[in-house]
């Protein structure tokens, strides 16, 4: 059974009594993905004459009999639709506190829910797995407990394709990729484009886990393959050396994406806050 | 060996259940390779240095415990007390009646009071090999089997020459002394001590004392020498078509009381058998291979039977020069350098000056011997073993004498006498008959072993058979070359010492740069 964190209640409350769009400057907001796309909303957008590039069933024929002139009414994209949740299941995933991992998901889930935002859920390893569409309102919240409750941590992963994947088939606006990172192309993963992405990273350190300094043998159940190392300080010195710089990579500034590194003892509230203050940045 | 085996072993003991515990206690943990690609190996040099960084301090702790087992055994550095008993293995040592040979006797004084805590050794002649080696009799002796051991060695092992070259590795080893115990008679002073046991001489034999190759007659001269021989010697020669001997028809051979003389025409393989005795012999021409430059040479090279075409150490070289005005010597001398030069380098040159015009006064103007005809040559006899030359007529004007060119004969040929029949037999040596090549004593090579008699064996060498036969010195009971010194490496206790501590040293600078616990895991 996944708990939702008890602080999630609150923050969305504190985020719903915002009105984005007033306290937002004009050129921000006109950026905000929320809000930025022509589409098929009923949220009206802009009434202007007919041009000759515009499809004649566009045309406001109720306008026309009144003013005897062509106009074409524009309206909103529905794009609140479009945070998607990617969320890693390969067996790396293991290293972390699973249950952890799922209940920061599911409370993220149901903070977004109760902003009224709309979420799919896709798991993937080496491919895209299992998914599920266009949840809404914090009531559905079951969809996802459910979801995450059947996540088995198994196989290799594979970012690029999945990335290249879920671009081309659904070009969601707003990504939260869910991962550890652990793997081998994690550098070109970090090139594939979105329109906004927010990369949650669960990394656990080898001397976090490690029982003590000796022979260490180590098993990696995605590439199945062992590895027997001395563990001492010369070896955990280099170890920590190669994950700084992997940290250093994943953390680096790119545009319009932001990183958040999760340990396991780490508290989960201040990350929520602050990927809804980024979202609505 | 033993107690360095049980040494080392006890002391490898903890250390070894020190690894068989970390072996099962190994740490184990899932955990990705993504951030280990360093860990993995990619050459050989990869998995080594990984295999030490993993278990160096057992590494280190056999390495330690090994040289303190060498130390507590004696095999390092200590050992220079120790005594090394060594049985002489020669043929001599199984003459006697059975029971009572030198063989017998040396065995039991290796097994009294005085090398009871010796190792002991036979020094045996191994006829797979070709030489002798030391085999170790000391699982024997603990076992007590010393009664039977004569018996088996001879059927197992060849006594045969003595060599007591290998007494050398015991030094090497680390023995302190080393004694020979033998039936024959050592001078004193070298490094082996010997104690002599026994002396028995065979009461009937016979020996070669020469195998000569007569030129003139063009045929082997075998002379032997006997001692109440009472049996025929049988002489018989190997043919390859069928592997055996077969007997020699055409073998001339006259014996007297005490020697026989055995003339054969033809080179080959040879076996004189005489009762238990026999000696093999594979011989050949001993023709000495030689370069020629110039017409005169050239013909000298084909005469001469002595001679073959060939690239050894000996040069035949044309000098001409005129004979009326031999005046210049500086200009021969210049000659004969430049030619020596072009024909590459020997050991031995012999030059003969050629003239090239009428008779000249300079060959009454030779040295002081010339006018008696041999003496002063003496001089320019070529110092070859296996010397070519009696140069009765051959003297140089005194004009050439000033050329002084180290391992260069000269010759002359005098041209009054023009042409000169005699200078070709300046060549023609006296020594018509040189000694053949028959057996070789100590065979170098990969051998395989052909034939094994009593007193001779013969190897396949390639494509050519070599035979080795009984040395004299064990019928004749001569004495020997005893005095034979060998240098023992001495290992210094501080040494050993040093080398410890350097390695207890480095493991512990290891265990704290790399096991530092206060390091910690903290990342």
């Not at chain 1, 994690?186 to 656990?204: E, N």
Request: glycine letters at 6%; charged letters at 25%; one cysteine or more.
């Amino acid at each position: 059974m996944i708990d939702i964190d008890r602080e999630c209640d609150t923050i969305a409350g504190l985020f719903a009594r915002r009105s984005v769009k007033s306290k937002l400057p004009v050129r921000t907001r006109s950026e905000n993905p929320i809000f930025r796309r022509k589409g098929q909303s009923f949220n009206l957008k802009n009434v202007r004459e007919y041009q000759p590039f515009d499809d004649l069933r566009q045309i406001d024929w109720k306008l026309y009999g009144r003013t005897d002139r062509y106009y074409i009414k524009e309206f909103y994209e529905e794009e609140n639709a479009g945070m998607l949740f990617l969320i890693d299941r390969s067996a790396s995933l293991s290293f972390f506190d699973t249950d952890t991992y799922r209940r920061f998901i599911a409370s993220l889930a149901y903070i977004f829910l109760k902003l009224h935002f709309t979420i799919h859920l896709v798991s993937f390893s080496q491919r895209l797995e299992e998914v599920s569409r266009n949840i809404k309102e914090a009531k559905n919240i079951h969809r996802v407990l459910s979801f995450l409750e059947n996540l088995t941590f198994t196989g290799p992963t594979d970012l690029v394709p999945v990335l290249k994947t879920v671009r081309q088939r659904w070009g969601p606006s707003t990504v939260l990729l869910f991962s550890d990172f652990f793997d081998r192309g994690y550098r070109s993963a970090l090139k594939v484009p979105f329109r906004r992405s927010f990369m949650i990273h669960f990394f656990t350190s080898l001397s976090e886990i490690s029982p003590g300094y000796g022979e260490l043998e180590i098993l990696d159940e995605e590439q199945k393959k062992r590895l027997v190392l001395a563990f001492n300080r010369s070896n955990a010195g280099r170890i920590r050396e190669r994950e700084e710089r992997f940290l250093n990579t994943l953390a680096s500034r790119r545009k319009n994406c932001h990183y958040y590194r999760l340990t396991r003892v780490e508290e989960r509230t201040p990350f929520y806050w602050q990927i809804l203050e980024d979202l609505y940045a | 060996m033993l107690e360095f085996v049980s040494i080392w072993l006890l002391l490898s003991l903890p250390v070894f259940l020190l690894l068989f515990v970390n072996l099962r206690g190994k740490q184990r943990l899932v955990y990705t390779h993504t951030l280990l690609s360093d860990f993995q190996d990619r050459t050989l040099g990869d998995f080594l240095f990984r295999t030490f960084h993993l278990y160096y301090d057992i590494i280190l702790d056999l390495i330690l415990a090994l040289l303190t087992a060498l130390f507590l055994s004696g095999l390092l550095g200590s050992a220079a007390d120790r005594t090394a008993v060594c049985v002489d293995g020669s043929y001599s040592m199984l003459l006697g009646a059975p029971g009572e040979t030198p063989l017998n006797e040396a065995l039991s004084r290796s097994c009294e009071e005085e090398f009871e805590s010796a190792d002991l050794y036979l020094l045996a002649f191994d006829p797979d090999r070709g030489r002798s080696r030391l085999l170790s009799l000391n699982r024997m002796r603990r076992r007590g089997g010393l009664e039977n051991l004569p018996e088996r060695l001879r059927e197992d092992l060849g006594f045969f020459n003595q060599d007591y070259s290998p007494c050398g590795a015991l030094f090497e080893r680390g023995y302190g002394r080393v004694v020979v115990l033998s039936d024959h008679a050592a001078a004193s002073g070298g490094s082996l001590e010997f104690q002599t046991v026994g002396r028995s001489r065979p009461q009937s034999f016979f020996y070669p004392t020469s195998i000569d190759y007569d030129f003139a007659a063009g045929n082997f001269r075998l002379t032997f020498q006997l001692r109440n021989l009472n049996k025929e010697v049988q002489v018989s020669v190997y043919r390859e078509d069928s592997g055996d001997y077969v007997p020699v028809p055409d073998a001339e051979i006259s014996a007297g009381p005490d020697s026989l003389l055995c003339l054969l025409p033809e080179r080959g393989l040879y076996r004189f058998a005489a009762g238990e005795m026999d000696f093999v012999f594979n011989l050949a021409e001993p023709a000495t291979p030689a370069r020629a430059v110039g017409d005169f040479s050239r013909i000298i090279l084909g005469v001469l039977p002595q001679l073959e075409e060939g690239n050894g150490d000996l040069l035949l070289l044309d000098q001409p020069y005129r004979a009326e005005s031999p005046s210049s010597p500086g200009e021969i001398r210049s000659t004969l350098r430049r030619e020596l030069r072009s024909a590459g380098t020997f050991q031995h040159a012999l030059v003969t000056f050629l003239a090239t015009a009428g008779p000249v006064g300079a060959a009454t103007a030779g040295p002081v011997g010339a006018a008696t005809g041999n003496t002063a040559i003496d001089s320019y006899i070529h110092p070859l073993p296996a010397s070519l030359s009696r140069p009765a007529a051959a003297e140089l004007p005194g004009a050439l004498l000033g050329l002084d060119l180290p391992g260069v004969t000269l010759f002359y040929q005098n041209p009054a006498r023009k042409p000169d029949p005699q200078t070709p037999i300046v060549y023609l040596s006296a020594l018509e008959r040189r000694r053949a090549p028959a057996y070789e004593t100590h065979p170098e090579g990969r051998l395989s072993l052909v034939q094994r008699h009593l007193t001779s064996y013969v190897y396949r060498r390639g494509d050519e058979h070599v035979a080795v036969n009984l040395a004299s010195e064990e019928l004749y009971g001569a004495s020997r070359e005893t005095g034979l010194r060998f240098e023992a490496p001495q290992a210094r206790r501080w040494l050993v010492f040093l080398l410890l501590l350097c390695f207890y040293i480095l493991k512990s600078v290891l265990l704290l740069l790399l096991e530092r616990p206060a390091a910690g895991k903290a990342g």
